[in-house]
């Protein structure tokens, strides 16, 4: 199986930083795309950035400019860099895996516990 954490959550005050980290272990023969999502209260899940294999980055368009996503694939491990944060930035921010368990074998997405991302005005 395959098991995915992030960490790196926290309370900060507007215009801020906070790094995100996320780590994919388990039984893993490959993964393509990594990718955040965020939900915030009373709200869908959205998409924030994702990452393939190759480093092509894509961005939401509210966070474009501000977070960047980074990936060292060697350590399955992917980060996301969150600066100029604001009070809309408020959520539960949840890492995703698309894995590989075996050759030839399909792409399944994996998902963390999340971590909560608390900014204060």
């Known amino acids: 199986q395959v098991q995915v954490v992030e960490s790196g959550g926290g309370l900060v005050q507007a215009g801020g930083s906070l790094r995100l980290s996320c780590v994919a272990s388990g039984t893993i023969f490959s993964i393509a795309a990594v990718g955040w999502y965020r939900q915030a209260p009373g709200k869908q899940r959205e998409l924030v950035a994702t990452i393939t294999s190759s480093g092509s980055a894509n961005y939401a368009d509210s966070v474009k400019g501000r977070f960047t996503v980074s990936r060292d694939n060697a350590n399955n491990t992917m980060w996301l860099q969150m600066n100029s944060l604001t009070p809309e930035d408020t959520a539960v921010y949840y890492c995703?895996?698309?894995?590989?368990?075996?050759?030839?074998?399909?792409?399944?997405?994996?998902w963390g516990q999340g971590t909560q991302v608390t900014v204060s005005s």
């Open positions: 995703h895996a698309d894995a590989v368990v075996r050759l030839w074998g399909p792409h399944q997405r994996y």
